[in-house]
């Protein structure tokens, strides 16, 4: 089996630590936009550059954070996390041509973000 190298290492994990602090301070029955709220709040705090509610391409869609030009953070607050969900993320990646974002879902009782990468060729 094929080692990798995890795709920036040190700002995941801060931005991980800010996922489980605004779930810690906010639980899991908030709606999505004060969770975005508050993780904003969160990197304003330590100075890392983001975008917020960007809208890409042609589709109208538009993602919740990129965070340093280097990774997406997708939140929701729903009862569970769909293959749709994944392939929403995976698109976002395609579209701005980076290589990691974060889906994490509030609604769990236990907080599990999800790293996913970027798929080459990729078509859904």
Known sequence: MER???I???LSYVITGILFSVHNQLGQYEREKRYC???EEKLKEIN???WR???IGDSGNILDFIVDNKIIIEAKAKRVITREDYYQTQRYLQETNIKLALLVNFRNKY???TRV???ENFKK
């Open 117 to 119: 990468i970027r798929i």
């Open 53 to 55: 509610e960007l809208r």
């Open 4 to 6: 990798r190298e995890l």
């Open 111 to 113: 907080l599990k973000p």
């Open 8 to 10: 920036y290492p040190e």
């Open 48 to 50: 890392i550059p983001y």
């Open 37 to 39: 709220n508050l993780i």
